[in-house]
């Protein structure tokens, strides 16, 4: 038997297909304007790399930001659900999840394999990844670079703002006044794991920690954060697709409840199609 995950974030959509035992195909590519369209896309191309077809697919579960534009996914289920069963397939004894995604940061709280807590930064940009990537662009570096750069710092700068608009003013700032730029890009990393420190810590941090998303990949982030909290933190080997593979892995579960007549008459009805706003007829003429 065979399960997809497909997690459609609101910058990178990843796919993950396993088997009855392991992950056998993965897909990471830029959601981009037309989510809506290209999710049928992103799961072919990954079935595509095992020689797979679409009908052979058992169950199908869609998560993330984008999760409602799968039409031919069997269920959507939340973001945070699926990121919880993703890490903890990955590493059974984690009890707090931190993760960093493109447009917003959280907190959950494991406890025996089960979500007990959790908590959400999603109403502005600080604290995430589009914090760092307009960090980036007005520094004119690139945003996988940044956090290597900030390694290089002796000496830390003090950046007092971690709202957008504000930091970037202060950059600004530490740069008329000669400060170097890994100083100043190891103060904003500082400031801000101190930011999500603060955040997480209201639902109470408790070893192990997994840092998941975008912002695991960077190496200034995670230098802080392991800093602040006091011990290391740790990161899957790719930390973008822990929540296409909880998907994958409750699709699995979900499959496995429903019998074979059941599974094959839902198998049957599923079409793979984009999902568009407005019913679609090309045999139309408006102007007729």
Same mark, same amino acid.
């Given at each position: 038997m065979f399960f997809a995950g497909i997690d459609i974030g609101s910058t990178i959509t990843k796919v993950v297909v396993r088997n009855e035992k392991e992950i056998i195909s993965t897909l990471i590519r830029p959601t981009g304007a037309e989510h809506r @369209?290209?999710?049928?896309?992103?799961?072919?191309?990954?079935? $595509? #790399?095992?020689?797979? =077809?679409?009908?052979?697919?058992?169950?199908?579960?869609?998560?993330?930001?984008? @999760?409602?534009?799968? +039409?031919?996914?069997?269920?959507q289920i939340s973001e945070i659900t699926c990121h919880m069963r993703g890490v /903890?397939? %990955? &590493? +059974?004894?984690? #009890?707090? %999840?931190?993760?960093?995604? =493109? $447009?917003?940061?959280?907190?959950? #709280?494991?406890? /025996?394999?089960?979500?007990? /807590? &959790? *908590?959400?930064?999603?109403?502005?940009?600080?604290?995430?990844?589009?914090f760092l990537e307009i960090i980036a662009d007005t520094l004119g570096l690139a945003?996988?670079?940044? =956090?290597? %750069?900030?390694?290089?710092?002796?000496? +830390?700068?003090? *950046?007092? #703002?971690?709202?957008?608009?504000?930091?970037? $003013?202060?950059?600004?700032?530490?740069?008329?006044? =000669?400060?170097? *730029?890994?100083?100043?890009?190891?103060g904003l990393h500082k400031a801000l794991a101190n930011r999500i420190y603060t955040m997480v810590g209201k639902i109470k941090i408790e070893k192990e920690v997994v840092l998941t998303g975008g912002g695991a990949k960077n190496q200034g982030l995670r230098k802080w954060l392991e800093e602040k909290i006091g011990y290391p933190v740790l990161v899957a080997e790719e930390p973008l697709l822990t929540g296409a593979l909880g998907a994958a892995v409750l699709a699995q579960e979900k499959a496995g409840k429903m019998s074979d007549q059941d599974?094959?008459?839902?198998?049957?009805? @599923?079409?793979?199609?984009?999902v568009t706003f407005f019913k679609e007829d090309s045999t139309s003429n408006p102007g007729a």
């Open positions: @369209r290209m999710a049928h896309e992103a799961v072919l191309e990954t079935l $595509q #790399k095992v020689n797979l =077809g679409f009908e052979e697919v058992d169950y199908i579960i869609a998560t993330g930001y984008g @999760r409602i534009n799968v +039409p031919f996914a069997d269920a /903890n397939w %990955i &590493f +059974p004894g984690v #009890k707090t %999840i931190i993760d960093v995604g =493109g $447009q917003d940061c959280k907190g959950i #709280k494991v406890e /025996n394999g089960k979500m007990k /807590n &959790f *908590i959400m930064n999603d109403k502005c940009a600080a604290g995430t990844g589009r945003l996988e670079d940044i =956090g290597e %750069i900030s390694l290089r710092s002796k000496k +830390p700068a003090e *950046i007092s #703002k971690t709202c957008t608009i504000f930091a970037e $003013q202060e950059i600004l700032l530490r740069l008329s006044e =000669g400060c170097a *730029i890994e100083d100043i890009l190891a599974l094959a008459e839902m198998k049957k009805n @599923r079409k793979l199609e984009a």
